[in-house]
């Protein structure tokens, strides 16, 4: 298996544009996870999805932020419209329940995204 | 107040020397537990779970104490390439992963 595999690796948009991020997780995984990286605010957790039903989206900073994922292969993180604030690294990641308790997490490599 | 909390130091030690990051967590129910390890512009990655009775895995050596709500990691003789942010992590019984917001290893020759 190729990993999770997210897209793109680095976006820069202007403030007000809509931007689209996407994960692939791996295949078999029933839980999906979307973090974001900051200086400040170290990995917080935005939402994170169970046989591709949002379970929690507690995370989600605001309305401009929403998920989808509409199978098991494949979820969005969308920000309509974006703010420079929201430049960050946006992680994904994919677990499993199946199997050994406590199985880990496996990340993505990360969208950068700058937002001028 | 933060669900899971640690000392972001840095900390920086000479090669060779033991080290120790502590990790505390606010809610009873979390069932699970972990050590990831994040280098510079990389995805956090997976160093070791945390058992109940403890364990252990090469240099590394982790701890769980629930009544105290604490866990550690302590890594011993350690070299350059442990250079890195190493995140705490806890799973609770409903699949949800909180991560810490990392302690920063410098180890210098």
């Known amino acids: 298996d190729a990993g999770v595999i997210q897209s793109p690796r680095h976006e820069v948009t202007e403030m007000g544009q809509e931007v689209t991020l996407r994960c692939k997780p791996i295949?078999?995984?029933?839980?999906l996870f979307w973090y974001r990286q900051t200086m400040m605010r170290g990995l917080e957790l935005l939402i994170y999805?169970?046989?591709?039903?949002?379970?929690?989206d507690s995370g989600m900073p605001e309305d401009r932020f929403s998920a989808k994922m509409p199978n098991a292969s494949f979820s969005t993180l969308k920000i309509q419209p974006s703010e420079p604030r929201d430049s960050a690294v946006y992680f994904c990641?994919?677990?499993?329940?199946?199997?050994?308790?406590?199985?880990?997490?496996?990340f993505g490599q990360g969208t950068r995204l700058t937002v001028v | 107040r933060k669900e899971v909390e640690q000392d972001p130091g840095p900390f920086n030690v000479p090669e060779g020397a033991t080290v120790a990051f502590n990790c505390t967590y606010s809610?009873?129910?979390?069932?699970?537990f972990f050590w990831y390890r994040q280098d510079c512009r990389k995805e956090p990655k997976l160093l070791m779970s945390v058992y109940s009775s403890g364990n252990e895995d090469g240099r590394f050596t982790a701890q769980l104490n629930r009544a105290s709500q604490y866990i550690s990691l302590l890594i011993r003789d350690s070299k350059l390439s442990d250079s890195a942010t190493y995140l705490c992590?806890?799973?609770?019984?409903?699949?949800?992963?909180?991560f810490g917001q990392g302690t920063t290893l410098q180890v210098k020759p």
């Open positions: 999805f169970n046989n591709n039903v949002p379970i929690d």
């Open positions: 992590v806890v799973k609770y019984d409903t699949g949800k992963l909180i």
């Open positions: 809610n009873s129910a979390s069932q699970s």
């Open positions: 295949s078999g995984h029933d839980y």
């Open positions: 990641a994919s677990s499993s329940t199946r199997g050994e308790e406590g199985t880990e997490a496996f």
